[in-house]
């Protein structure tokens, strides 16, 4: 598949990104969007929706003429890192450390780029170190020596002034202490530092830029020294304190970056905007940056630096909402690709009514969404990988097609998965859609696998929610296996309870959905698992998890026997469930656990004198999976298999197979069943039992929607 199909408009020539970073990936210069407050621009979508893939690109296009830095804000080893000398560093500082690394060493139009500014920060931090010598200061002091000024700029070149700096100050301090070690080295260092950088300015210009910076940092009074100390000390004290300095130190690097631009040489040679991508930025480590950026822009800071991140809530993420949950948030501004993006951008007025520390984060924030992949762009990456693979039938090739985009719901991560596994994968004519996820897959590095392996690893395993505890990593796959087949909070606590006794800490069903949800999965009124694909995909590892199905089995029968079979004495439903009642609950957990022949004798009993509601429940009964193995329902559906009873017991026997059919959507109906569901409707319309005569239209529209292979009864995940 094209990296980013369906996306071209946003990487053109004249598309948003070239005018989002005022140079396009050919080097033209273009009229910048938006400005001089810049909003965090974020891409949006759930696992799967190609969020890295974009970013890659926008990087792999645009970093030979810009400025354009990639972070994956999970990478581990910014906290590996930080761990070596967890007194002087930290994951956020090494991130820092890291961008301006490599913007030193660009090579693009207006060459490099130097963080004095920077230099400075990470320097008073280095008394922290572990050893508490000023030798190994002198080596944590040396570390940062890359980003340091090597050229005049701004007055605070190396060898005029850094080096003299640290050097001199070093020299003094081993001279104190022969030895080796000093006593409190950390305010020691700090103060002298922080008085050289005063005594030995370059320039009249350079100790103006400093004064500036770190003169305005919390308590500093407008004096640098004073800042450079209160940083140093915030970052020791932990907490809110370190915090608190590690969001100064971003904003350094970004005073940096601005004061390199609009120099004269900047000014002169620069062209476009300076852009930090970071990847996985709804992670801790990604939600500390933009927090930082965006209090500091909401509080009237200005910089050219554009900032793009990866969030999978669709609101960006509760951290932008002070907290609250999906439901509870309006989203910022938004756009999709096809709609083209939006000329102009402005903070909400109520936001700045409200006050700058009132206002919440999302005000800054412009959402991009991730779009799914339509029919004919999924029929194009299927074709794809079938270039030069056996050839398929015409009815393969249809199975194929639906089964891909079935199980994808238009991911086009999981349609370039399974679009890559059918190549070679041959389904039977009568196949369910979920058998393609035993198809082998080869990766970049390991063996084959079945892709449904692949699936899980990366979609859930990879994609473990951000505020998921700890104490539950390894048994988040198992829970969501199990939860796989309820359909609403209730029955998931019930299923929740079950596979987790014993253990101390136990998630109820109104955590997962949260959690869920902040992951980036949508929800469904019919389905805990609110996502067509991602249920399939579970309920494939379900049958899986113990020979014959076992726990496939269990789970439904835990289900069946939780709720009565009997209606409730009132006959009312159960407020905001999934079903109208509880007996139609534990119907459909029996229809799929082996109770067919008691489901049929119930539908047969509840018929007479209420067709509307049997109608109802009968699509309730019905929306239920299919094990693996061999499917006798569309033989049973056409009548094909003897059945015992009287004319209208035979007549829901056949009528329930075909709604089944319809109702799992895990294989094409609309050819096979040929009228079917009409002509069954039809008969027992013309039966003799009470309200025989409101069947018909009742289920007016059924037989129409199953031949356009539509849901005879909608909800979120299959519309």
Not at 356 to 372: I, N
Not at 581 to 594: C, F, P
Not at 705 to 719: E, G, H, R, W, Y
Request: glycine share 10%; net charge neutral; aromatic share 6%.
């Amino acid at each position: 598949m094209p990296e980013v199909v369906g996306l071209e408009s946003l990487l053109s020539k004249e598309g948003f990104f070239a005018r989002l970073f005022g140079r396009a990936s050919d080097g033209s210069r273009q009229d910048p969007l938006y400005g001089p407050d810049l909003p965090v621009v974020l891409l949006t979508g759930g696992p799967g929706m190609g969020k890295e893939r974009v970013l890659r690109e926008v990087r792999d296009r645009f970093a030979k003429k810009l400025p354009v830095i990639y972070v994956d804000c999970r990478r581990p080893q910014y906290a590996t890192q930080a761990e070596l000398e967890p007194g002087a560093r930290s994951a956020p500082t090494e991130i820092l450390f890291d961008i301006a690394q490599r913007l030193s060493t660009w090579d693009g139009t207006g060459g490099s780029f130097t963080f004095p500014r920077l230099f400075a920060g990470l320097a008073v931090l280095a008394p922290g170190v572990q050893a508490g010598s000023a030798a190994a200061v002198a080596t944590e002091v040396e570390r940062y020596e890359r980003i340091a000024p090597q050229r005049g700029r701004l007055g605070l070149a190396r060898g005029g002034f850094w080096s003299t700096v640290t050097k001199g100050t070093l020299s003094g301090l081993l001279t104190t202490a022969a030895t080796g070690t000093l006593g409190p080295i950390p305010g020691v260092f700090v103060n002298a530092l922080a008085n050289a950088v005063l005594a030995r300015p370059a320039s009249g210009s350079g100790k103006k830029a400093l004064q500036r910076s770190y003169g305005a940092y919390r308590g500093a009074g407008g004096q640098p020294e004073h800042g450079l100390t209160n940083l140093a000390t915030d970052f020791r004290s932990g907490g809110d304190g370190r915090r608190l300095a590690e969001d100064f130190l971003f904003r350094v690097l970004r005073e940096d970056l601005e004061a390199d631009y609009a120099s004269p040489t900047g000014v002169m040679s620069r062209v476009g905007r300076p852009v930090l991508l970071f990847d996985h930025a709804d992670s801790p480590l990604g939600q500390g940056l933009l927090r930082a950026v965006l209090a500091e822009r909401r509080d009237g800071q200005r910089d050219r630096v554009v900032v793009v991140g990866t969030a999978r809530r669709p609101d960006g993420g509760a951290f932008l909402h002070r907290g609250q949950l999906l439901d509870e948030t309006t989203p910022p501004a938004a756009f999709r690709p096809g709609d083209g993006f939006p000329s102009t951008w402005t903070r909400p007025a109520d936001g700045a009514a409200a006050g700058a520390t009132q206002a919440p984060l999302a005000d800054g924030v412009l959402l991009l969404r991730m779009p799914f992949l339509t029919n004919v762009q999924i029929s194009d990456e299927i074709a794809r990988w079938q270039t030069g693979a056996p050839p398929m039938g015409g009815a393969h090739a249809l199975l194929i097609e639906s089964a891909v985009t079935r199980l994808s719901n238009g991911r086009p991560h999981t349609v370039r998965r399974l679009a890559a596994a059918s190549s070679e994968f041959r389904m039977p004519d009568d196949a369910n859609h979920r058998d393609l996820l035993d198809a082998p897959l080869r990766d970049d590095v390991a063996p084959a696998r079945p892709v449904a392996e692949m699936l899980v690893q990366e979609l859930i395993e990879d994609q473990l929610p951000t505020e998921l505890p700890p104490v539950h990593h390894s048994q988040w796959l198992d829970l969501l296996t199990h939860l796989s087949i309820t359909h609403d909070e209730e029955c998931a606590d019930v299923v929740l309870r079950h596979h987790q006794q014993g253990h101390l800490h136990q998630l109820r069903a109104h955590q997962v959905a949260r959690l869920l949800a902040d992951a980036g999965w949508p929800r469904c009124e019919r389905h805990f698992i609110g996502d067509f694909g991602l249920r399939q995909l579970l309920l494939h590892r379900l049958y899986g998890l113990l020979p014959d199905g076992a726990a496939w089995y269990a789970d439904h029968q835990l289900l069946r026997d939780h709720y009565p079979a009997a209606p409730a004495q009132n006959g009312s439903p159960p407020p905001g469930g999934a079903f109208r009642s509880a007996t139609a609950h534990h119907m459909n957990h029996h229809l799929v656990s082996g109770g067919v022949p008691d489901v049929i004798g119930h539908l047969v009993s509840a018929l007479p004198g209420r067709p509307q509601e049997w109608c109802a429940e009968l699509l309730e009964i019905a929306q239920a999976p299919y094990p693996p193995g061999a499917d006798a329902r569309l033989q049973r559906a056409l009548g094909r298999v003897p059945v015992p009873g009287e004319p209208l017991q035979r007549t829901v026997d056949q009528l329930l197979h075909t709604v089944w059919l319809c109702q799992e959507r895990t294989r094409p109906i609309a050819a096979t069943l040929d009228g079917a569901l009409g002509m069954h409707l039809a008969v027992l319309g013309g039966m003799e039992f009470d309200g025989a005569g409101l069947i018909g239209p009742a289920t007016a529209a059924w037989p129409g929607k199953a031949s356009a292979d539509q849901p005879l009864l909608p909800c979120t995940c299959v519309k």
